[in-house]
């Protein structure tokens, strides 16, 4: 009897993890998003001062290179690295950038 309590325990928080995990990364993403580029390319992702990000035809792996990196083609901020910004935090942030509708 303990053992299939145990068990089922076992599987509700893995269940729950395989649920709550990958929407974390997505929720990082969002809030250094909001932090860092909503000013300039709206909260939705439609575009204000810089262009519109929603349904950029841009890779999660482009968008990692760019905040990571920079462009001296492009304006500034995006000369260079964004400030302060890791690449796990860049991760996240293409992973959002990608999921806006």
Same mark, same amino acid.
């Given at each position: 009897?303990? *053992?299939?309590?145990?068990?089922?325990?076992?599987?509700?928080?893995?269940?729950?993890?395989?649920?709550?995990?990958? %929407?974390?990364?997505?929720?990082?993403?969002?809030?250094?998003?909001?932090? !860092?580029?909503?000013?300039?390319?709206?909260?939705?992702?439609?575009?204000?001062?810089?262009?519109?990000?929603?349904?950029?035809?841009? &890779?999660?792996?482009?968008?990692? &290179?760019?905040?990571?990196?920079?462009?001296?083609?492009?304006? *500034?901020?995006? !000369?260079?690295?964004? %400030?302060?910004? &890791?690449?796990?935090?860049?991760?996240?942030?293409?992973?959002?950038?990608?999921?806006?509708?």
């Amino acid at each position: 009897m303990k *053992a299939s309590r145990l068990a089922i325990l076992v599987l509700a928080i893995a269940v729950a993890l395989f649920i709550v995990v990958p %929407n974390l990364s997505w929720a990082q993403g969002a809030d250094v998003y909001k932090a !860092k580029c909503a000013m300039c390319h709206g909260a939705d992702g439609a575009g204000k001062i810089g262009p519109a990000l929603k349904g950029t035809k841009l &890779t999660e792996d482009q968008i990692v &290179t760019f905040l990571t990196k920079g462009d001296e083609a492009k304006k *500034a901020p995006h !000369k260079k690295a964004i %400030n302060g910004l &890791t690449e796990e935090q860049a991760k996240h942030v293409a992973k959002a950038v990608k999921d806006l509708k």
